[in-house]
């Protein structure tokens, strides 16, 4: 096939294109020209947009799955279990309204940007995502998917069809805050997600990441270590255990100090939000 | 009357509807062709050779001209000092335009810009204020200086000293319409161009240079602009000119617009500074005197910077009658994008240095800082004219004083001072007094958040410093229907100078304001005009208009009062009607009967502000016609541990004369007041040590949005006329309410101030993550 | 490539390069200048357009994505002799200076209007569960997508206020 643009109607017939060379996914579109300069496209594009099977939620026994071309207003408007708070938050951060009607969940994790919105709540929620090539499907934790910035571990021929998370995920109740000069329209300067789950005062489950302080969002598992078993407190989460688990940039949206000191204050607001 | 009436826009419902033509809309003939920029990718160095053989072989490219391919001036600059459409040996910035493509459509032309390659011997860059000192790289051959009085006894003298430093950011325009422009070839190698500019003589002169011609061979027209804030007062020169080079070259029309990351990499910003001060005052805070170093950083050519500089200087003294002041000004060469007009032109960061001194002092004096800056203001002066104010004598006879002469540190007297009554007024409408107080006990009982608010005001000279420029005309011609045909040399960019002068034209007449028809800006119908800037487009314009319509009005006066057997002195102009004797005619008969009748129903109109002279290298004269005023009240509450905050409300009382349209002015008070509070607040301008720009993209450069404005937000007009004769004592408003933003930024130091001891001396812009380091600062 | 746009109700046939966003379509092959480009980058929503009565960046999407969907733009609403209640609202309350974002603001202002209807929440809405009303600071909220440079916020703000107050959408 040598045509510059194909939109076929099954995941079939995409994996067939893909698997004959290489090729541009699109869906939202919203981080396509933003990525490729100046809208210079080479090559071939490929648009999953009209493939059925690919957007939705479903919510079964096992967890949930998220099919990749599901939008950021499809999320925000779902009816999701508490622990999602934190993703259906995000969803209403990404951009602004007319972005959010358009970018997709697959697409915010394959832009693989260190500020993408999704991924911190997505790694609280122990989020795995799935792969598909025309022979077969495979499964990643969402950590090891984004292996930098824009950077993943997809492979040629292959699409994400959807993101799971597993039913012990969803547990809890999430939160998601955000910082930034301006909160929309702007890729923030730090962002932090939390999962939380209390049986009779005590923390069972605490999941907390950081995004837009490194090269990619990361659990900040020390901490985590830290609030399980005891009452939940913000007041256990110290500048220093989390600056530990970051390596923050300095770049034009602010120095590393200043991020690595506002995470530690929004993962305590979040810790302490939760709840409320 | 229609002047005073809260009209909408001319164009409101084109707007609405999407039928408002911008350059770029205008549809193309076929066969239109389109222009880019190759640009230069080094801050500094020796062009040493131009490889374009892959541009030339690009897909759609039709032809590629570099500087030497260039047919006549290779110049746009807007100064004295030339500024080449194409760098020759030299380039000054990265961004600076090193070739033009012309290609079959847009796309073509920026696809193949990116392929030439520049062989550039790089030179040492000199990019910040610091670079430039250490390298003496400056325009102008030291600093200006204008002073009165002995400032370094002054303060040697007085009971308390102080100094600081203030880092002022620049600021990107953001005009929501790019630069555009259009040129159209026509027969015997005139040309028609479509810019999106303020100032189309200043596009007409550029374009006739490029081509060769006369100045009568290009017409340009200005429909209107996507916003212009000053950016569009020189920057569209490159632009223009080029298309017209092209259409020359082809003979085909030529278009050419910036896409939104090319704009802001290559056009300049507002100028960023660096102001030292040290100031002596007594216990009270009342300044002895103040000594201002003002650095501005021009970057690599001379554009406006001079002007711009200069009017930072006569605005050091804000509202202040300081006995002794000097300002000492160095304009500073950087490679950088040419800092150019933005919205106050120089004005708001001088402003932005007394305030911060008075800020300064309150602080160091223990006061309330709007007590200070009372104690400092001008004296208001009582009307004088006789007849229009108040009374003389008796009980309430006046003190000496107040008509002892106050001046500037400029030598200009200061005769229409009405600051301390504005600013009364104002403290009782924004409850300033119990709210200052409510503010300082919440701050007492919350640690995480801090409140702060801050009064400040804006008293703004209103002309263009270089005076020769302090002049309009307008064409009007009243058609046999009776309609109105009107035109000046001013550009509508959304301040709605467009509705305000067809009201003034319709009030001449006494007709109502659809009658009028309001047309493009067009250099072949009126001549010479100066930049739509300085605030001063419907002053200018409004004038050059009315003395047309009255010309046109008399000869009308005149035929009906013949008739009539009446005194033409007598005629009145009401209603639609014509008012001679006892009779009433209806104004479309009078216009038809003049008609036949052989009467001139056609005039042009002149104006030129008087009383203005200025002497720029003495610092000596008067700049301004008079000063327009305003003042404003923030609230702002800070997170002190994140740094961010939100404007919580903000009060303003604006003085524009009699306005001539409230809904508008009101619109501009504002939208001023936004962008100003952006300027100093989320606004951040950032390069990189290469000098790249690395903020210009609007992802990364922060403009305020609809969620951004306080949330209580209540702005008045001061009703008081215009002391000087203005068209209809109304005063100008553009720029002079951008300055009311300065109470965002102070009143952020004032919650900052809260947090600890220490003097806050935050920067400009106020990013959240400078508040969260002079929190840190004030604790420490 | 061939595509089909039906745009305010009129299918249009298309020849276009697959790389021509639905922006360039309207503006440069079906003469829609309407519709502005203010930053095409997704940022400034002056682009702002109704796909399938949801609003988008139309300088962020592909024409050739969107044959057979219904594409609405500020040409189809009403005219300047016979405006309709948001643009009537929009001149009156003096939204707008320059005018360039003003068709953007307006479309994705009916968007919005719709969506609040809908009961889709916004970032401050204090529930995600129940309906959420229509604050003034609800507005402001739900149109952050859409810059304005001259800062006209405030008439925006209140054009749509009245139209939410004339469609009976009750503020709390």
Known sequence: MTEAYLRPDTLDEALAVLADGETRIAAGCTDLFAATARKILPGRTLDISRIPTLRGILHDDSGLTIGATTTWTDIATAELPPACRGLQLAAREVGGPQIQNRGTIAGNLCNASPAADGVPPLLTLDAQVVLRTKDGERSLPLDQFLTGPRRTAREAGEIVVAIRVPAEALEGAGHFLKLGARRHLVISIAMVAVRVSLVEGIVQQAAVAVGACGPVAVRLTQLEKALVGQPLDPHLVTDDLVAQALSPIDDVRADAPYRAHASAELVRRALAQVTA | ?780 | MDVTLSINGTDHRLDLDPRVTVLDALRHHLGLTGTKKGCDHGQCGACTVLLNGRRVNSCLTLAVMHDGDEITTIESLGSPDALNPLQDAFVRNDGFQCGYCTPGQIMSATAMLQEAEDGWPSYISRSLETDPDLTDEEIAERMSGNLCRCSAYPRIRQAIAEVRDARGMAAE
């Open chain 2, 1 to 780: 009357m229609s002047v005073a009436k809260p009209l909408p826009h001319d164009a409101a419902p084109l707007h609405v509807t999407g039928q408002a033509r911008y350059v770029d809309d205008i549809p193309l003939p076929k066969g239109a062709l389109h222009l880019a920029f190759g640009m230069s990718e080094e801050a500094h160095g020796r062009l040493l050779a131009l490889d374009l053989e892959a541009v030339k072989t690009a897909p759609g490219v039709v032809a590629v001209l570099a500087a030497g391919d260039l047919p006549f001036a290779n110049d746009v600059s807007p100064s004295p000092s030339p500024e080449p459409l194409l760098a020759t040996d030299t380039v000054e910035y990265i961004g600076q335009p090193l070739f033009l493509v012309i290609a079959e459509s847009h796309l073509a032309a920026r696809r193949a810009a990116r392929l030439g390659l520049a062989e550039i011997a790089p030179l040492p860059a000199i990019l910040t204020i610091d670079d430039a000192i250490a390298a003496d790289s400056r325009f102008e051959d030291g600093p200006r200086l204008y002073q009165k009085g002995d400032a370094a006894r002054a303060i040697a003298e007085a009971e308390r000293r102080l100094e600081g430093s203030l880092e002022i950011g620049g600021q990107e325009h953001f005009y929501l319409e790019g630069q555009a422009a259009v040129a159209l070839p026509q027969e015997g190698g005139d040309m028609v161009v479509h810019s999106s500019t303020q100032h189309p003589t200043e596009i007409q002169h550029k374009v006739a240079e490029a081509i060769g011609r006369h100045m009568n061979s290009v017409r340009v027209e200005v429909r209107r602009m996507g916003g212009g804030f000053g950016g569009k007062e020189s920057q569209g020169n490159a632009l223009a000119v080029s298309c017209a080079i092209g259409a020359r070259l082809t003979g085909l029309p030529c278009s050419m617009r910036y896409d939104r990351d090319d704009d802001m990499t290559i056009t300049g910003k507002r100028h960023d500074f660096r102001i030292d001060y040290r100031v002596g005052f007594d216990g009270k805070g009342r300044i002895a005197g103040v000594e201002f170093v003002q650095f501005c950083r021009c970057g690599w050519s001379m554009d406006l910077s001079l002007p711009v500089a200069d009017r930072a200087m006569l605005h050091a003294d804000n509202a202040y009658d300081i006995p002794h002041m000097r300002v000492e000004s160095h304009r500073l060469k950087t490679n950088t994008q040419s800092a150019t007009a933005f919205r106050g032109f120089g004005g708001p960061q001088g402003m932005l240095g007394i305030e911060r001194v008075l800020d300064h002092v309150a602080h160091s004096v223990g006061r309330d800082p709007a007590e200070v800056r009372t104690l400092n203001f001008y004296r208001d002066v009582a009307v004088r004219s006789a007849g229009s104010g108040k009374r003389f004598g008796g009980a309430h006879s006046p003190i000496r004083a107040e008509f002892e002469t106050q001046t500037t540190h400029y030598g200009m007297p200061v005769e229409d001072f009405i600051l301390n009554g504005m600013v009364e007024r104002l403290r009782e409408t924004s409850d300033y007094s119990s709210r200052k107080a409510a503010i300082s006990k919440w701050n007492a009982s919350n640690a995480l958040l801090k409140k702060g608010i801050s009064l400040t005001p804006v008293k703004f000279g209103i002309s263009f410093t270089l005076t020769h420029l302090n002049q309009a005309g307008a064409l009007v011609h009243v058609y046999q229907d009776s309609s109105i045909h009107l035109n000046h040399g001013g550009t509508e960019m959304g301040q709605g100078l467009f509705q305000k002068v067809a009201q003034v034209a319709a009030s001449r007449f006494g007709v109502g304001p659809e009658r009028v028809k309001i047309t493009a800006t067009d250099t072949g119908k009126v001549p010479n005009t100066s930049a739509t800037a300085a605030s001063s487009g419907s002053d200018l314009n409004g004038m050059a208009v009315q003395v047309a319509c009255d010309a046109i009005r008399d000869r009308l006066a005149v035929f009906v009062a013949e008739r009539a057997q009446a005194d033409p002195g007598s005629v009145r102009f009401e209603d639609n009607e014509v008012h001679v004797g006892s009779e009433r005619i209806p104004f479309e008969k009078v216009v038809l009967d003049a008609y036949q009748a052989r009467v001139s129903l056609s005039s042009t109109g002149f104006y030129a502000t008087p009383k203005v002279q200025w002497d720029r290298i003495k610092g000596q004269g008067r700049p301004f016609f008079y000063f327009a005023y305003g003042a404003a009240v923030s609230e702002v509450v800070i997170d002190t541990l994140t740094g961010e905050y939100r404007i919580l409300r903000t009060d303003i009382l604006h003085d524009c004369g009699t306005s001539l349209n409230p809904a508008i002015d009101i619109g501009q008070i504002e939208g001023g007041y936004v962008q100003g509070a952006g300027w100093l607040t989320t606004e951040e301008l950032v390069w990189d040590d290469k000098g790249r720009l690395r903020t210009h993209a609007p992802s990364t450069y922060k403009i305020p949005a609809c969620s951004d404005r306080p949330e209580v937000f209540n702005a008045a007009l001061w009703d008081g006329a215009n002391r000087e004769e203005t068209v209809y004592r109304s005063k100008a408003v553009g720029e002079p309410p951008l300055m009311l933003g300065i109470s965002a930024f102070l009143a952020l130091s004032d919650a900052v101030a809260s947090c600890g001891s220490g003097y806050p001396a935050l920067r400009a812009p106020a990013t959240p993550e400078a508040v969260l380091a002079a929190v840190r600062r004030v604790q420490a």
